[in-house]
């Protein structure tokens, strides 16, 4: 059998053509993500010293979403899991409960993954903080 330089050419656009295809499906599930993250709701909730790892676990379960806490990062910017959550969070969606819950302090949230968000202190505020 003789590989001939057409066939090289036909598996470089199969291979490009799988790659594209799975490009785009992992993009399409990152917006799902972000989509259900600006528009996930759930019943009215009120945290009361609750500490920070618990609540972001209860809000994970609740919207069906993974919350992954950088914690290294956050203790950079003043946040530790042991820090106590008040809260009376009236709308149910997650951009918003995040929104308040941070409101203090400078944090990123962003999405990482299929149902999945990740929580870190900014990086420029880290480098402020720790000059």
């Known amino acids: 059998m003789k590989i001939t330089l057409r066939d090289l050419l036909w598996l470089c656009v199969v291979a490009a053509l799988v790659f594209a295809l799975w490009r785009e499906k992992r993009h399409s599930q990152m917006l799902a993500t972000e989509v259900r993250y600006h528009t996930s709701a759930i019943p009215p909730v009120a945290f009361v010293e609750t500490p920070l790892g618990d609540a972001m676990h209860f809000l994970s379960v609740k919207h069906?979403?993974?919350?992954?806490?950088?914690?290294?990062?956050?203790?950079?910017?003043?946040?530790?899991?042991?820090?106590?959550?008040?809260?009376?969070?009236?709308?149910?969606?997650?951009?918003?409960?995040?929104?308040?819950?941070?409101?203090?302090?400078?944090?990123?949230?962003?999405?990482?993954?299929?149902?999945?968000?990740?929580?870190?202190?900014?990086?420029?505020?880290?480098?402020?903080?720790?000059?």
Do not use: C
């Open 64 to 131: 069906g979403m993974t919350i992954d806490m950088d914690w290294p990062s956050l203790a950079k910017v003043g946040i530790k899991p042991d820090y106590k959550v008040t809260q009376n969070l009236a709308d149910g969606s997650l951009t918003w409960a995040m929104e308040r819950i941070f409101h203090n302090y400078e944090v990123e949230v962003k999405t990482v993954g299929p149902n999945s968000i990740r929580v870190s202190g900014r990086p420029e505020v880290a480098a402020k903080v720790q000059k």
